[in-house]
């Protein structure tokens, strides 16, 4: 599951900050995902992307935007209006939906708020 | 709606005991069915999805339309599968959710 680079892998966000989370594959993947893993929450989907500029909101969106400018990178913004932004994120990706094909996963940003 | 559940939190079981985990899903579709397992201090990877009807690590799924499950199986657990394991469910629209997840601890 090389291939799949998220940085950092900790960060910290003061209050009323925006913080921008990096997510980069070099796999030649059309579909990127972002996921929020909590503890006893699983993932949950916040956005994903299907192609280059273009992408959807997932389950819970608010509070966070994204923009997929080139096919390899997909970052996530955390904006101050996401009022509990603690949590670990996952990014992943997938050559295209559809026809089973899986998720590769990055390594994970934990971040925290100050 | 798109769902994914997976009652059990925790699952316990002896090592050499059967496992089964369970996942139910709601989608109007035909859906994408996948499991991923999560090591300790491990990434996120696939074990085995629907559509290759494949066995990993001695583990299968079946997917029951009728029943909309795609439970997970081992007839012989090992300490070495003591992992979380997460049910996901691809759809027509891009996006791919996953149940909460289930923690499998093997006791030796």
């Known amino acids: 599951d090389g291939g799949i680079t998220q940085s950092p892998k900790y960060l910290f966000r003061k209050e009323g900050q925006n913080v921008t989370l990096s997510c980069e594959q070099n796999l030649n993947h059309d579909a990127m995902y972002w996921y929020r893993q909590d503890p006893g929450q699983g993932l949950r989907l916040i956005y994903y992307?299907?192609?280059?500029?273009?992408?959807q909101k997932g389950d819970i969106a608010e509070g966070y935007s994204v923009s997929r400018e080139k096919k390899e990178s997909f970052p996530l913004t955390v904006t101050s209006a996401q009022k509990n932004p603690t949590a670990f994120y996952l990014c992943?990706?997938?050559?295209?939906?559809?026809?089973?094909?899986?998720?590769?996963f990055g390594s994970g940003t934990q971040l925290s708020v100050l | 709606a798109q769902r994914v559940t997976q009652p059990e939190k925790l699952l316990s079981v002896f090592k050499g005991a059967p496992v089964e985990l369970k996942c139910n899903y709601s989608?109007?579709?035909?859906?994408?069915l996948f499991w991923y397992v999560q090591y300790s201090r491990q990434r996120l990877q696939l074990l085995l999805r629907?559509?290759s009807r494949e066995s990993i690590k001695g583990f299968t799924a079946d997917l029951n339309k009728g029943e909309t499950s795609f439970h997970l199986k081992k007839p012989f657990a090992q300490e070495e599968d003591s992992a979380m394991y997460y049910c996901a469910l691809g759809g027509s629209q891009g996006n791919l959710i996953f149940g909460k997840g289930t923690k499998l601890s093997v006791k030796p």
């Open positions: 989608y109007s579709g035909s859906p994408e």
């Open positions: 992307s299907q192609i280059v500029n273009d992408f």
């Open positions: 992943a990706s997938r050559g295209q939906v559809g026809n089973g094909e899986k998720l590769f």
């Open positions: 629907h559509i």
